[in-house]
Nanobody
Framework: QQQLVESGGGLVQAGGSLRLSCRHT????????SGWYRQAPGKPREWVGTIMKDSRTNYVNSVTGRFTISRDVDKNTVYLQMDNLKAEDTAVYYC???????????WGQGTQVTVSS
């Protein structure tokens, strides 16, 4: 049973914006460190950014200033706001969540983001 549900991907023109969501469906889950990754065709999976338990964030240089990760602890949901999208941002985006104790690790099913130039 898939416990992370991603949504929000799609096709957008360069310069546009998209917002991805990732929600943990477990009733007893407590949100810990979370992150986003992406994988473009023919390339390895790449780390995009992380949000810590105190909501501090860090990002790969290529998205800094354009992407923002946030979270809603009450909803066990993490978001990836992507602005000023570029063709090179085209990839399947995956969310990753750890529980609050950092013991269990979860992955989303992936959502396609396509940026047309």
């Amino acid at each position: 049973q898939q416990q992370l549900v991603e949504s929000g991907g799609g096709l957008v023109q360069a310069g546009g914006s998209l917002r991805l969501s990732c929600r943990h469906t477990g009733s007893t889950f407590s949100l810990g460190v979370s992150g986003w990754y992406r994988q473009a065709p023919g390339k390895p999976r790449e780390w995009v950014g992380t949000i810590m338990k105190d909501s501090r964030t860090n990002y790969v240089n290529s998205v800094t200033g354009r992407f923002t990760i946030s979270r809603d602890v009450d909803k066990n949901t993490v978001y990836l706001q992507m602005d000023n999208l570029k063709a090179e941002d085209t990839a399947v985006y995956y969310c990753n969540m750890r529980d609050y104790g950092g013991i269990r690790d979860y992955w989303g099913q992936g959502t396609q983001v396509t940026v047309s130039s």
